[in-house]
């Protein structure tokens, strides 16, 4: 599998260009960015063969089977649906669009195409997920009563484009996209909003620097999404699901190849659990390729993602921020 990059984003070498290396048979053949001199440096440090002008000019390239897609949040659905016309696998960064009409537009499109658009929810793909997973839905827990996420850590240079409204910029966005999905695939059912309250950016308030909301969950259970770029919450990183018979709770979900602490109790007896496995970004990469092979490996398919925008979309109006643009 060729790949080409769209962008020369700080995220690329670990989403990427590491991985790449790891997995058989993927190959990072070109690269395009807004400046050329940028692709030309990003492709020098990387090993990247070709180089092109535009991205316009990089999904022309009929070698190429894929793209890998971290641009900017406002601009995914736009090129997510250039690279699917111009017959192109997409692995499009987190989140996967600006909001949840534009996530129809691009499930829409991929339906039918014969293609496989994955968005990078890096995290779902570690077997610790899957083991998060079985816990909160195998009963073990008893009856579900609550469901936390939270994924807070700071960015205080307020210059950065993750707090650029006309970018689809934000807390919830950024950080916050991580947790609603987490809640959402652990929670007993789908989740409904009941109240958000945003701490915004003095200087836009259209942004929120912090995010927490409150959600119904079937069964009469509560949800609980916490999120911040910057706020007293420095850093936090953790899944809880609380049920009748006990509790489960996971530091760091996202990255658990570099630290997680996974601990179970039910019936008063706790227990540590430890499951190992690669980067979450070769495990991720792995299972791209596999659904471009043909196999049901895509975990974070747009029907997924089209649920994620959806209540990220009812968090903000409830928050009384407007969705993004």
């Known amino acids: 599998m060729r790949i080409g990059v769209l962008g020369a984003a700080r995220i690329a070498p670990a989403a990427l260009m590491r991985p790449a290396r790891a997995v058989d048979g993927v190959e990072v053949a070109a690269v395009a960015a807004r400046e050329r001199s940028r692709a030309e440096a990003f492709a020098a440090k990387h090993g990247v063969p ?14 190429l089977d894929a793209v890998y897609l971290p641009l900017p949040n406002g601009l995914h659905a736009q090129w997510t649906l250039a690279a699917l016309e111009a017959g192109k696998h997409v692995l499009c960064e987190k989140p996967f669009t600006a909001n949840a009409a534009q996530a129809r537009e691009v499930a829409a499109a991929a339906e039918g195409s014969g ?4 968005e990078a929810f890096h995290y779902r793909y570690h077997p610790q997920t899957q083991r998060m997973i079985e816990i909160a839905h195998d009963g073990s827990l008893g009856t579900v009563r609550r469901v ?15 707090y650029d409204f006309g970018l689809a910029g934000g807390a919830l966005m950024d950080a916050g996209c991580y947790a609603v999905h987490c809640l959402r695939m652990l929670a007993p059912g789908d989740p409904v909003v009941e109240e958000a309250t945003a701490l915004p950016l003095r200087r836009d308030r259209r942004i929120d620097r912090a995010m927490t909301a409150r959600l119904r969950l079937p069964g009469g259970a509560t949800g609980h999404v916490h999120t911040s770029m910057w706020s007293s919450a420095l850093l ?19 990255a658990p ?4 602490r ?38 974070t398919p747009p029907s997924d993602s089209v649920a994620t925008m959806s209540l990220i979309d009812d968090i903000y109006t409830a928050a009384g921020l407007p969705l993004r643009p």
């Open 262 to 299: 996974f601990s179970v109790t039910v019936d008063g007896r706790r227990r540590r659990e430890q499951i190992k496995g690669e980067a979450t970004y070769v495990h991720q990469l792995r299972a791209f390729a596999a659904a471009v092979a043909g196999e049901p490996a895509n975990l």
């Open 50 to 63: 070709t180089v092109y002008d535009s991205y316009a000019d990089l999904l022309a390239d009929s070698s």
């Open 115 to 118: 293609l496989v658009v994955m």
């Open 148 to 162: 936390e996420t939270a994924m807070c850590f700071p960015l205080p240079m307020f210059s950065d484009i993750r």
């Open 257 to 260: 190849q570099f630290f997680s």
């Open 236 to 254: 936090r990183i953790r899944a809880r699901v609380v049920g009748d018979r006990g509790t489960m709770t996971v530091t760091n979900f996202i």
